[in-house]
T-cell receptor
């Protein structure tokens, strides 16, 4: 059972357009992270959100954590070819005795920006 | 600061063989986690090590094992390889505590034939 569902699964848009990627769950997470992964490489952390309702901006990327900490969204303004990649959300829950939490990854959104 | 280093980058093995993958975390990071990534299942958590002890384990068969050394370097081993074990194996490191973000290595691409 996949705890984190991302939509859309695939997205192909023209350079300059705006887009939103969604990450939804029925479970509550203590924090949620977004990663971008390029072919042949590991995921790279973009942002971590920890407070319900939190909004973080990273240049043209805006991340929001739902009030109930069950969902998140990633909005990209004026998409560029360099934004192309696999976007993964990951929820942290089940804190171990030593503080680190197991991450549950979403199903992923493969984004292609057409020049 | 050097990133997370995984070796080898690519590996081809035959069914029934075993394989050992290596991960060197970022200096000062004491937690190492392993993930399996496949097109069908996405990123699946294998296990996490901290201070040479396994602290968390995913739902994988006992053929998958790992260990962590005193310098925080980690290895994972897969015995009796199956075709379905073909995947990108990713290692991620994080500091001792208070950190919600993981730094991933570039992965080891394992192909079982």
């Amino acid at each position: 059972t996949q705890l984190l569902e991302q939509s859309p699964q695939f997205l192909s848009i023209q350079e300059g357009e705006n887009l939103t990627v969604y990450c939804n769950s029925s479970s509550v997470f203590s924090s949620l992270q977004w990663y971008r992964q390029e072919p042949g490489e590991g995921p790279v952390l973009l942002v971590t959100v920890v407070t319900g309702g939190e909004v973080k901006k990273l240049k043209r990327l805006t991340f929001q954590f739902g009030d109930a900490r069950k969902d998140s969204s990633l909005h990209i303004t004026a998409a560029q070819p360099g934004d192309t990649g696999l976007y993964l959300c990951a929820g942290a829950r089940g804190r171990t005795n030593f503080g680190n939490e197991k991450l549950t990854f979403g199903t992923g959104t493969r984004l292609t920006i057409i020049p | 600061k050097a990133g997370v280093t995984q070796t080898p980058r690519y590996l081809i093995k035959t069914r029934g063989q075993q394989v050992t993958l290596s991960c060197s975390p970022i200096s000062g990071h004491r937690s190492v986690s392993w993930y399996q990534q496949t097109p069908g299942q996405g990123l699946q958590f294998l296990f996490e090590y901290f201070s040479e002890t396994q602290r968390n384990k995913g739902n994988f068969p006992g053929r998958f094992s790992g260990r962590q050394f005193s310098n925080s370097r980690s290895e994972m081993n897969v015995s009796t390889l199956e075709l379905g074990d073909s995947a990108l194996y990713l290692c991620a490191s994080s500091p001792w505590t208070g950190n919600y973000g993981y730094t991933f290595g570039s992965g080891t691409r394992l192909t079982v034939v």
